[in-house]
């Protein structure tokens, strides 16, 4: 056994002198290639980052394709997506929306801003640069950050982001989230404004610094109006300030990713062609049709000489059943951030209820004109006859009849923001003005107004709030 021992120690002493020596013979950078920098470029990381937040965060299935189907655009069909329109969403299921959310989108722009921040403490040359750096990713944090709030309600922010000396971090209140995304725009815009270089890598304005400047004031005025419920005194106001002070003034500079197709492809189209579980629902295809609106071609592709969308409790194939058309999942469907359109159905809403002693009503309807000619435009389906006719119309509705004008803003703009977020926040913050009829199917039926928080954070955050079902609501969806 000694011998056995001695042997084993003498081995152990020349693995001990040879890691000693190490240190005299072995290059210590002879695994780093020089064409492959330890740790990505800032414009890199923003190209990635704009990629995921188109892809996941704002147009994710998880989120665009799930919230379109609770608002009655698109049915669900089969699997998950007719579960989906059954209201049946667990903690589960969002689960990979939460993740990619946080440890890719925010966490990416979170580097961005810490990068741009050194260069902005560094040399004249460099700030420059930082500082458009900061203001992108500042307007991209903001945005997430809303997307996020706006279906969880609390979510984690100021203790966020710290990696392995926080992995439970606190969760802010959905009042200080808002406050944060108001005060990051301003940041953003005053980054934007200090700058005189073009961010490269940015695939959507081409790193220029007054579109994105355009893209913040859009995102404030958004943010402010979902306050209407908790502040409708100010939340009006802002909001047309906000616009007025220089917001997205066209279609050509909406704040939207294109991707290019095949095999960089719109998360909806990728969705449909490996799964194909949702078609046109009837509520959005029998509302175009009855308007005879101009928008059905392009939200639409039959599958016959007709356009058929699938009401709650259809039993059929789905042979005869229109699916989503080249608007929202065609291989190079644009997703929408925040765009013109939506800017002109602010303000007429703002308008209409601040009220006639400050904007009179013909500002309102011309707004709402404006509003719905911007979305035709977009999609190259204006119709100038049909819009004349649309446009007389409106203006014989009697000034007071307060509550048509604005059931016809909403219905209106929930036709233009065909499967993005913003109709179901607009449909939980004006109570429903449109009349949707929940799905008699549905484990409940009425429309959830929430997302649950998802397994892994109840599981692993004991700082996670309690939440009883998907029902419950937000802190600005205040019920009346």
């Not at 147009?59 to 394709?65: K, M, Q, S």
Request: aromatic share 12%; hydrophobic share 40%; glycine share 6%.
């Amino acid at each position: 056994m000694k011998n056995i021992n001695f042997k084993f120690i003498g081995i152990l002493l020349l693995v001990v002198l040879a890691l000693g020596s190490c240190k005299k013979w072995i290059d210590p950078n002879v695994n780093i290639s020089p064409d492959a920098p330890p740790e990505a470029d800032i414009s890199t990381i923003l190209s990635y980052a704009e990629v995921n937040m188109a892809y996941n965060t704002v147009g994710g299935n998880d989120l665009a394709r799930v919230t379109a189907i609770w608002m009655q655009y698109i049915a669900g069909m089969a699997r998950q997506s007719r579960a989906e329109q059954n209201y049946l969403w667990y903690n589960s299921d969002d689960n990979n929306l939460w993740a990619s959310n946080y440890s890719t989108t925010m966490a990416d722009l979170k580097k961005i801003i810490e990068k741009a921040d050194a260069k902005i403490a560094g040399a004249p040359a460099d700030q420059t640069v930082g500082h458009v750096y900061k203001g992108i990713a500042e307007v991209l944090l903001a945005n997430a950050l809303g997307v996020t709030t706006d279906v969880w309600g609390d979510i984690p922010y100021s203790q966020a982001f710290q990696g392995s000396t926080n992995l439970q971090p606190g969760f802010d209140s959905q009042e200080k989230i808002y406050t944060t995304i108001q005060d990051m725009l301003t940041d953003a815009i005053s980054n934007l404004r200090l700058t005189t270089s073009t961010a490269q890598r940015d695939f959507i304005y081409g790193g220029d610094a007054a579109l994105w400047t355009e893209a913040a004031w859009a995102l404030k005025a958004r943010y402010a109006l979902h306050l209407s419920k908790i502040d409708p005194a100010n939340a009006y106001k802002n909001a047309l300030a906000m616009i007025d002070s220089g917001a997205i003034a066209s279609n050509a500079d909406d704040l939207q990713f294109v991707f290019s197709g095949m095999p960089y492809s719109n998360p909806f189209f990728n969705f449909e062609y490996e799964r194909g579980d949702v078609q046109m629902h009837s509520t959005l295809i029998d509302t175009l049709i009855g308007r005879q609106d101009p928008r059905l071609p392009a939200y639409a592709d039959p599958s016959g000489p007709d356009f058929i969308g699938a009401g709650f409790g259809y039993t059929g194939d789905g042979s005869e059943i229109a699916w989503p058309g080249v608007a929202v999942a065609y291989e190079a469907s644009p997703v929408q951030f925040i765009t013109y359109t939506e800017l002109l159905f602010i303000k007429a809403e703002a308008k209409l209820k601040i009220g006639t002693g400050t904007y009179p009503m013909s500002e309102v309807k011309n707004d709402l004109v404006a509003a719905v000619t911007a979305s035709m435009d977009k999609w190259g389906v204006y119709d100038a006859t049909y819009m004349t006719f649309y446009d007389a119309a409106i203006q014989a509705i009697p000034d007071a009849a307060v509550d048509v004008i604005f059931t016809e803003i909403m219905r209106q703009k929930w036709i233009a923001m065909y499967c993005q977020l913003e109709a179901y926040n607009d449909w939980r913050r004006t109570n429903n003005v449109i009349a949707l009829t929940a799905n008699p199917d549905g484990v409940k039926v009425e429309i959830p107004r929430r997302y649950p928080y998802p397994v892994d954070e109840v599981t692993y955050n004991s700082n996670t709030p309690v939440v009883a079902d998907i029902w419950q609501r937000v802190w600005w969806d205040k019920a009346k």
